[in-house]
């Protein structure tokens, strides 16, 4: 079946450091995001970002689809950064498939 | 604004009990999807739906069934609960994109089974 491979699966920084979460899958696919996971548990999307670099804030999203990877780069980060960073893919029929996740832990 | 609300936000129910997750959207969108959670594992797709009446089956379907009864209401069902399903279950839903795909997700349900 479809892959979705995230790493690291966890990241402790301190406040100020950067950040680069990287993601892998086993198609092309046809549609990637980013999504977050606050502390909570609420998921919001980030990134829809089939190809390309895409920005917003202090994030940047970079998927190079023909090689079959995509990186979230997070700058500055901040402690309210902490949280479980997901990348979703929807290979075909609009099936969405995620990873198993990154958690990050931003310290003050 | 776009919404999807699950209920019971919380369960506890006994191994071999009957228990019906629901949640509604009123987003316009024509698929949904049900997700389970648990550590090491991210978030597993059972089940989801592209309209009223439609099933497909996602890639942990086993011992869940589900129903779409509208555009607006998706339902998953534990007939038999065992304590291998004591997760916690968010229900999202999305529209294919003509440009920004949309995906709202619930707040999740946490599920007990003792």
């Known amino acids: 079946g479809q892959q979705v491979q995230q790493s690291p699966a966890s990241l402790v920084l301190q406040e100020g450091e950067n950040a680069e979460l990287q993601c892998n899958f086993s198609?092309?696919?046809?549609?990637l995001q980013w999504f977050y996971q606050h502390p909570g548990g609420r998921l919001v999307s980030l990134f829809y970002?089939?190809?390309g670099t895409k920005h917003t804030g202090r994030l940047t999203s970079t998927t190079v689809t023909n090689e079959r990877r995509s990186s979230l780069h997070i700058s500055s980060s901040q402690t309210t950064d902490s949280g479980t960073y997901f990348c979703?893919?929807?290979?075909?029929?609009?099936?969405?498939?995620f990873g198993k996740g990154t958690h990050l832990h931003v310290l003050p | 604004e776009a919404a999807v609300t699950q209920s019971p936000r919380n369960k506890v129910t006994v191994t071999g009990g009957n228990v019906t997750l629901s949640c509604r959207q009123t987003?316009?969108?024509?698929?949904m999807y049900w997700y389970r959670q648990d550590t090491g594992h991210g978030l597993r797709l059972i089940h989801y739906s592209y309209g009223a009446g439609n099933l497909q089956i996602g890639d942990v379907p086993d011992g869940y069934k589900a129903t779409r009864t509208t555009q607006e209401d998706f339902f998953l069902l534990l007939e038999l609960a065992s304590p291998s399903q004591t997760s916690l279950y968010f229900c999202?839903?999305?529209?294919?994109?003509?440009?920004?795909?949309?995906?709202?997700f619930g707040k999740g349900t946490r599920l007990t089974v003792v």
């Open positions: 987003n316009s969108h024509n698929y």
């Open positions: 979703a893919i929807e290979p075909n029929a609009y099936k969405v498939i």
């Open positions: 198609s092309t696919a046809t549609r």
């Open positions: 970002n089939p190809s």
């Open positions: 999202a839903s999305s529209e294919p994109p003509q440009g920004w795909p949309e995906v709202f």
